[in-house]
C-alpha cells in the first residue's frame, strides 16, 4: 500500500486552521484585564448555561440613570464544580461585582478570573469563578 502524504497534509493543515478560533473563544483580549471594574446593582436576570453563564445587573449611574450591565462567567459545568447552580443569582439579588471591563466601553464585563467576584451586600462572596487552571493572574 501507497502511502499519501498529501491528502494527510490537506487534513493537518485544515485542523490547524480550524483549531485556531477555538482556541481564540476563550481570549481576553476585548478586555482591559490591567484593571479592576466594579459595580454595584440588581440582578434582573442570571443565565446559568454554557459556554458561559450571563449575570444581568441594573446599576444606578452617576447621572442617576439605570445602566443595564451584563458580566460574563464561566460555564455552568464549571461553576458547578464549585458549588453554584442556577439559584445561586435571583433576580432582584443586590450585588456588587468585580470584572474585567470591555476596552471599547460596553457595560460588559469579564468575570474568570481569580480577582473577579460577585458578592452580596455584606462582603460575601456569592459567585466567583475559582475553576480556571488555564489562568495565570
Excluded at 448555561?49 to 445587573?57: D, F, G, Q, R
Excluded at 449611574?61 to 464549571?78: F, K, T
Excluded at 468575570?111 to 452580596?120: F, G, M, N, W
Aim: aromatic share 6%; with cysteine.
Amino acid at each position: 500500500m501507497k502511502s499519501k502524504p498529501v491528502p494527510l497534509l490537506a487534513v493537518a493543515v485544515v485542523l490547524l486552521m480550524v483549531s485556531g478560533p477555538v482556541l481564540a473563544h476563550h481570549g481576553t483580549a476585548v478586555f482591559d484585564m490591567e484593571k479592576l471594574t466594579v459595580v454595584k446593582g440588581i440582578v434582573t436576570k442570571f443565565e446559568f448555561v454554557n459556554p458561559h453563564s450571563i449575570i444581568y445587573i441594573d446599576v444606578k449611574g452617576e447621572n442617576g440613570n439605570i445602566e443595564h450591565w451584563m458580566a460574563e462567567s464561566g460555564s455552568n459545568n464549571h461553576l458547578s464544580r464549585d458549588g453554584y447552580d442556577k439559584n445561586s443569582l435571583k433576580p432582584g439579588d443586590q450585588v456588587t461585582v468585580a470584572g474585567h471591563r470591555a476596552k471599547n466601553g460596553a457595560n460588559t464585563l469579564e468575570l474568570q478570573c481569580k480577582e473577579c467576584s460577585v458578592t452580596d451586600p455584606q462582603g460575601k462572596v456569592v459567585l466567583s469563578y475559582t475553576f480556571a487552571p488555564f489562568l495565570t493572574r
